[in-house]
């Protein structure tokens, strides 16, 4: 059997590492400004305190995720470019911390990684609400990165005690980044509490010792997701949001909903997971060395079902941390299969190399499409600046084509409308500045 030194296994990963970043920059750098990051008044802020003022007023008026917020406004308060090079670097760090937390992977795991990468931009919910567009992403993948982080921190300093030398520093540390942690997203923040609890009673169970540290990263995350859930803001929020039904049929309701969306993000890693896992225990693995991926499956099931006290209209992006937890878990199954599994092997390598194929066509596809609405958008942008020049304050203007739309796209759910008092309309009138706008099917616009 072929196999490659591991000075040229540590080549392709690095080199597989800077691709997974090329690769999202681009997407980037192809996403506009949409929804509310064009809402955003940033005039307003002149230093870091003028941002946490107002995010205190967001805290008792809207909602309580002031850590994600805050980094969402300091990020509009900037240049799109250096957001772009950020989320970029945030998405790559994201698939790092999945890869941290695979046992049995091989030392620098070139398909494994490739796996991660490819199950996030398939699976990954709503991928231009909560990767691309920038406030989602600050709300979303971002906070998956500070909730994997804590999450991964935790469970390596568990298995690492002997190494551990600045204890009461890392107790503060742990503290500090609970507290982020926690004070990041509802559910995912509550997934990520979730698994920490349990990595800590099962080396609780194992050793019988407790360190500073340990408790300080628990109480952390339980103080940031204390002050979150109790954001006066989110009691305002809830009820502009609530629906018609209310008491035991709103829940009901909320229940079918979540059911509907575990089946269609979560099921194929799921029944993936457990064919490999009932295999394995059926070929003599013990329950005990391949639990793993329960708990994670578990974590993000019940980040997911948590969502049954959101307001009955929660947008699926909000599933987005639950399936990341779903995905550690499926892709921790697959590194379980043993090399001289022949049958599994083959299945998973040619997967991963189908899997390739299928991802190249459609990254090409969408992204001309992304292409062709970014060039739409400037084109629009820069005839709105030339009529604002000549003093024309109440503009119709083009429509991005129906046609370009693709799940790594938010605009179309914003975009301007064909009513001047649409939703749509009062995001670019706002952003333009101008009096009115409205929008025409770019197929009408040659009569403008």
Known sequence: MFTLSDKMRKRIFYLAVVISFVAIYVYNVLTPLVSDDLALDTSKFHTVWDILKDEYHNYMNWNGRSVLQFIMKCFLCGPKWFFNICNSACFVYVTLLIYWNIERRKRYDIVLFTLINLMLWHFGVAFGQTVLWMSGACNYLWGVMIILSMVTLYRYKLAHQDTIKYTKLLAVGMLILGVLSGWCNENTSGGGLLLVLVFFLIYYMQ?????????????????????????????????????????????????????????????????????????????????????????????????????????????????????????????????????????????????????????????????????????????????????????????????????????????????VEETSDGWGSYLYKTYYGLDSIRGVPREEWTEY
């Open 207 to 415: 050793n019988k010792k407790i360190k500073p540290w340990m408790i300080t990263g628990i109480a952390g995350m339980v103080i940031g997701l204390t002050v979150m859930v109790l954001a006066p803001g989110n009691r305002a929020r809830a009820t502009l949001m609530s629906g018609e039904n209310e008491g035991i049929m709103r829940y009901l309701g909320q229940f079918l909903k979540i059911n509907q969306a575990v089946y269609t993000y979560m099921f194929i890693m799921l029944v993936i997971m457990v064919v490999i896992l009932v295999y394995l225990y059926l070929k003599g693995e013990k329950l005990s060395q391949i639990y793993m991926p329960l708990i994670f499956a578990g974590a993000g099931i019940a980040t997911a079902y948590a969502l049954i006290v959101a307001p009955p209209d929660t947008m699926d992006r909000a599933y987005f941390g639950a399936v990341v937890f779903v995905t550690i878990a499926c892709i921790q199954a697959i590194a379980y299969i043993p090399e001289k599994e022949v049958l599994f092997c083959t299945l998973k390598y040619a997967g991963v190399i189908c899997f390739m194929a299928y991802m190249f066509f459609s990254y090409c596809e969408n992204g001309a499409n992304l292409m062709r609405i970014m060039r739409e958008v400037e084109e629009r942008d820069a005839y709105v600046e030339e009529q604002k020049a000549q003093g024309n304050y109440d503009l119709v203007v083009p429509m991005i084509r129906p046609q370009f739309d693709n799940k790594y796209t938010f605009i179309y759910l914003n975009d």
